[in-house]
């Protein structure tokens, strides 16, 4: 248990479904991030959060749709997605202090393993 | 932007063999280094982490890594093996002092320990 919970853990939607992945971290933590992990790839850094406010969308197409409603939760919304989008997705948290606390280690849920079909 | 390269996708030992994976990254400022793993199945886990201080950092598990700036490199370190050490090992690096910090992760070596 890592203090960050991810549900569901499996999904499998069809490409013209309308899901939501959820993300909630028990940590007290200020940052929350979504990875994509795909075979054979790094994980790529899709969406960060800090303080509620997104600051960085990596280039990721509009069919994912973050939302933070407050610093515990995160959520990616999935519409009409593509068989390549099938992947292990991942939240993360950490506490965000400019890069200078020894307490910059991410946490990282379970993931959600998401099919595509 | 920085980025993180990890040499070898599939590494392969017998167990008590002694392990090293390397990693190198490209940036040029201060940065802080991590190496997480992925047992099957779980969630990534922090093995160890370099802010600053003693170059040589001892992690859980027996691992330790050596930061080398010069040359750029983390490299994960085991001298004996064992069977539960089978995982997917991480490098990844954050910039300090340069507001939010996402990590950015190399692609991974997996390790696969045999008896």
């Known amino acids: 248990e890592t203090g960050v919970t991810q549900t569901p853990r499996h999904l499998v939607m069809g490409m013209t479904n309308k899901k939501s992945l959820k993300c909630e971290q028990h940590l007290g933590h200020n940052a929350m991030y979504w990875y994509k992990q795909s075979a054979k790839k790094p994980l790529e850094l899709m969406f960060v959060y800090s303080l509620e406010e997104r600051v960085e969308n990596n280039s990721v197409p509009s069919r994912f749709s973050p939302e933070c409603p407050n610093s515990s939760h995160l959520f990616l919304h999935l519409h009409t997605l593509q068989p390549e989008d099938s992947a292990l997705y991942l939240c993360?948290?950490?506490?965000?202090?400019?890069?200078?606390?020894?307490?910059?280690?991410?946490?990282f849920g379970q993931g959600t393993r998401l099919t595509v079909v | 932007a920085q980025s993180v390269s990890q040499h070898n996708h599939h590494v392969i030992l017998s167990e008590a063999a002694s392990l090293e994976l390397g990693c190198n990254y490209s940036y040029g400022g201060t940065v802080n280094l991590f190496w997480y793993v992925q047992y099957p199945g779980q969630h990534l886990q922090l093995l160890l982490k370099?802010?600053?201080?003693?170059?040589l950092v001892k992690g859980i598990k027996g691992f330790e890594a050596e930061f080398i700036k010069s040359k750029f490199s983390f490299n994960l370190r085991k001298p004996s093996v064992q069977w539960s050490d089978t995982a997917e090992y991480f490098c990844a690096v954050t910039p300090r002092n340069s507001g939010n910090t996402p990590l950015v992760f190399g692609k991974g070596t997996r390790l696969s320990v045999i008896a």
């Open positions: 993360a948290s950490s506490q965000d202090n400019n890069g200078l606390s020894r307490d910059t280690e991410a946490f």
């Open positions: 370099y802010f600053s201080g003693d170059p």
